[in-house]
């Protein structure tokens, strides 16, 4: 179980204190809020508090965010790369200790919160690679004795807004890149996450410090998406936005942003589907649907939310889960026994109980699962049974990404052409897969009559994306784009150069001017 000795020793092993100040703006740690308890949803109980930043805070934390943008974007990129190697090493070093802090804030196998840092430790090291790969194009003029290219030159600064799913990754794979391109970053973190954020803060500001550099390249800014996140989203200075949450927020920033004619980059909701044909191998297939159904408790954005399977196959494919679903160990996420733990919090149960009995409504039928779990094994009440429904394809609730670990079984007859339709039906874009031995079947998938989904995988799960491509997805997923790959370009901006190197006037497409 967790003690209170254990929260402590966690606590204090980061250097968090029982009240801590939620923002900083590189050199001092500050609050002028609301004062905001965290709970853990593995035990319900508070284990520290947190001051929220005021308007004044988040003016403090941008000014001085901008101070720090004229010296960092003309340090050269592969500098900036090395700062953030130096950030990777860090984290190697602190990797359990902030590990068993997600765990603890919000929920999550120690597993998969180590796999988290690792994930941080990935994208710093891709990070360093690329701030020497920063590469523009160059073309032939049709003028003589002219040169033309594209340069990359930073944004500003890029306000990176996170869920509490993944509170610590989200925000490595935004700072680093947005870092090596010489941009500065504010981050305004989950309300449920407050102290991973303080955490992560204080171990770059180690870096920085350590290189001399001016702290606030990297601010922390802690308060509410109505308070905090709107001064962001109004805010002109603050060049691009980058969220990470729900589409109806998406929306919103999307609106208010574009609004100043302001970048954004949208990762939203995900309706993860992955299909079974009959050319499948069911085992492998089973099992990774149980780990992107499950993976930290059916809370990420790419978590497995449909199985979309040819009608013969349905039951063989239930029989295989309901075995792994029965014998899923739920409890202390602590405890590495354990592959799930609680979920987020009492008010994302009560979403699940209402899903669960609304599908029913609709005409789903609940196959397993959906109860909350209480008893000695269960040190809080936000501890539930994974639920598997049997829904018919027009299902009213499967268009909604509800957050919660409910999987929707659903037939096709016979064709992998209505396989596909039921797939794409849903206004979500993130993440998707088929499971097939079939190279025609694999290929049809990953064709523009295939998956719509920004992400899209063949014999392996929705959820797990490592860092090295592009993540994000379409539709309402909001069309953003981060991590790996050419993602870095929505980072910067763009300029097209010619050099006229003849001495003499020569117009483009002809043009004759002379008096
Ligand atoms: C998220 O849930 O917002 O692909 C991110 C994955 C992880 C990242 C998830 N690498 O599941």
Not at 321 to 340: A, C, E, H, S, V
Not at 486 to 502: E, F, G, I, L, P
């Amino acid at each position: 179980m967790l003690s209170n000795t254990d929260i402590q020793e966690i606590l204090q092993a980061l250097d968090l204190d029982q009240m801590n100040a939620g923002s900083s703006d590189g050199t001092d740690w500050i609050g002028h809020g609301k004062r905001l308890s965290v709970t853990s949803p593995v035990n319900d109980t508070v284990i520290a508090e947190v001051i929220l930043a005021g308007k004044q805070d988040y003016e403090q934390v941008v000014n001085a965010a901008e101070q720090a943008f004229y010296s960092w974007r003309s340090t050269p990129s592969p500098k900036r790369g090395e700062i953030i190697r130096q950030l990777g090493q860090e984290l190697r070093l602190s990797k359990n200790k902030l590990a068993r802090l997600i765990t603890l804030e919000m929920g999550k196998s120690i597993q998969e919160s180590l796999g988290e840092v690792q994930e941080m430790i990935d994208i710093c090291d891709f990070a360093c690679g690329l701030s020497r790969q920063l590469y523009g194009v160059q073309t032939h003029s049709e003028r003589p004795y002219h040169r033309m290219f594209e340069q990359w030159h930073p944004l500003g600064i890029v306000g990176v807004i996170t869920a509490f799913n993944f509170p610590t990754a989200v925000w490595a794979w935004n700072l680093t890149i947005a870092l090596i391109c010489g941009n500065v970053v504010v981050w305004k973190p989950a309300s449920k996450t407050p102290l991973t954020a303080i955490v992560c803060q204080n171990i770059f500001g180690r870096v920085l410090k350590k290189n001399e550099l001016n702290p606030a390249i990297s601010t922390l800014v802690t308060g509410s998406g109505s308070e905090i996140g709107e001064l962001l989203n109004n805010d002109p200075r603050i060049n691009l936005v980058s969220y990470t949450g729900s589409t109806e927020t998406g929306k919103h920033i999307a609106k208010t942003v574009a609004s100043r004619l302001g970048k954004t980059i949208l990762e939203l909701g995900g309706n993860n589907g992955v299909i079974v044909t009959p050319k499948a191998n069911l085992d492998l297939a089973a099992e990774n649907i149980f780990f992107g159904a499950i993976g930290t408790a059916g809370q990420r954005c790419t978590t497995t939310r449909r199985i979309i399977i040819e009608q013969g196959l349905s039951q063989a494919m239930l029989d295989k889960l309901l075995t792994y679903y029965q014998n899923l160990r739920i409890g202390n996420p602590f405890d590495d026994n354990n592959l799930m733990g609680p979920v987020v919090s009492g008010q994302t149960v009560e979403i699940m109980m209402q899903a669960l009995s609304s599908i029913e409504e609709q005409g789903g039928h609940i196959l397993y699962g959906g109860k909350q779990l209480s008893g000695d094994d269960y040190p809080g009440s936000c501890y539930v049974t994974p639920a598997i429904v049997k829904a018919p394809v027009h299902l009213p609730l499967i268009q909604k990404e509800t957050f919660v670990p409910i999987l929707y079984v659903l037939e096709y007859q016979d064709s992998l052409q209505e396989a596909i339709n039921i797939h794409n039906n849903v206004p979500q874009g993130l993440s998707s897969a088929i499971f097939t031995n079939d190279l025609l079947e694999a290929e049809t998938f990953l064709s523009a009559l295939g998956s719509d989904c920004g992400i899209a995988n063949v014999n392996l799960g929705t959820s797990g994306a490592e860092i090295g491509l592009a993540f994000g997805g379409e539709k309402e997923t909001g069309g953003g784009r981060e991590s790996g790959s050419d993602a870095w370009k929505s980072y910067m901006r763009r300029q097209s150069n010619t050099v006229n190197w003849s001495g003499s006037t020569m117009l483009a497409q002809g043009i004759q001017f002379e008096q």
